[in-house]
């Protein structure tokens, strides 16, 4: 009789295998997450790119930008400029159902214009999933938009180096208020390309907003509008006061800034407001901007101040010195 001489693995070869595996996947893994990240962030940028194309044909059919939010007196409700661009974002279909005339019918169910989900108009690094919410007025909250459902984006408009509250904000950038009840000012107009005197490579058009932000969502609802921070985004608004919170961002926060714990529980707004006023991500280090040449970049959150402050103003004459 013959014995067979093969063996097995013993039980410390095994572990030796079991451990190489391991480490292996473990080298693998961030190289794996890092392709998707640079894939998110690729997506991302070409969204941005097709928001500078829209814009570019919007300056040739009107001579001027949209306005960031037309404000008009009694109840102080407008369209933002994201309604403006559908017809330049193949979203013709949806820019025909807008109701200009009687803006609250935009919003009155989950098939209204307002709602509608375009792709375009979210970044796959955002952390908000529901993508379409539905508003309801809070009680003692002024310049609400109309009642009803509104999807959410993951941009902004630039609005300058100030864009909440509005009658504190600074008029300096390109997409903010206008109409006979704009602010901070009154019968403020749209930019015409002119007036960005500082140049177009120069000057940011639009970005990145980051919808998701735990401690934001502590704050005591009174105190946040009633909105979490992914409601705080949504592109359809037409409300007054509120609605530079939705559709702009601006240079007076760093990017990525998030609440601090200090605000967990607030019974202030000032908590809502520092966080409605930066640039975001879900990016890690920064986040896409849009210039007004049409160009897209990655910009670092360790940007100086005054840099980022620089880029948001279209005629103030700073230099930009990175």
Not at 107 to 134: H, K, M, N, W
Request: aromatic letters at 12%; a negative charge.
């Amino acid at each position: 009789m013959k014995f067979s001489t093969r063996r097995g693995f013993t039980l410390v070869e095994l572990l030796v295998v079991i451990a190489i595996i391991g480490t292996l996947v473990a080298l693998l893994l961030p190289a794996v997450q890092a392709a998707r990240e640079a894939a998110r962030r690729s997506q991302c940028s070409n969204n941005l790119k097709q928001f500078g194309l829209a814009f570019q044909n919007h300056l040739s059919d009107e001579e001027s930008y949209p306005s960031g939010l037309t404000q008009d007196y009694g109840p102080y409700r407008g369209v933002s400029f994201f309604v403006s661009l559908l017809p330049h974002m193949e979203q013709q279909a949806i820019y025909d159902l807008w109701d200009f005339a009687n803006l609250a019918e935009n919003s009155l169910t989950p098939q209204s214009p307002a709602a509608a989900v375009i792709g375009a108009f979210y970044c796959p690094s955002d952390g908000a999933e529901e993508r379409v919410i539905e508003f309801k007025s809070i009680p003692g909250n002024s310049g609400l938009a109309y009642v009803g459902f509104y999807s959410n984006t993951s941009y902004a408009g630039n609005h300058g180096t100030r864009n909440y509250y509005p009658t504190a904000a600074k008029a300096d950038g390109i997409l903010f208020t206008t109409g006979p009840a704009s602010a901070p000012d009154r019968d403020q107009e749209p930019v015409k390309l002119s007036q960005v005197v500082d140049g177009t490579s120069n000057t940011i058009l639009m970005g990145e907003r980051y919808n998701f932000d735990p401690i934001f969502d502590t704050i005591r609802a009174n105190y946040r509008s009633g909105l979490l921070i992914r409601q705080w985004s949504l592109w359809g608004w037409s409300g007054g006061f509120k609605g530079t919170g939705h559709i702009t961002r601006s240079s007076f926060q760093p990017i990525n800034y998030q609440v601090p714990s200090s605000c967990q529980g607030s019974s202030s707004y000032f908590c809502q407001d520092i966080r409605l006023m930066g640039w975001g991500s879900g990016h890690p280090g920064g986040a896409m901007l849009s210039f007004a040449d049409g160009s897209t970049r990655f910009i670092d959150e360790s940007i100086a101040t005054i840099t980022l402050a620089a880029l948001s103003t279209r005629d103030e004459g700073e230099v930009v010195s990175e």
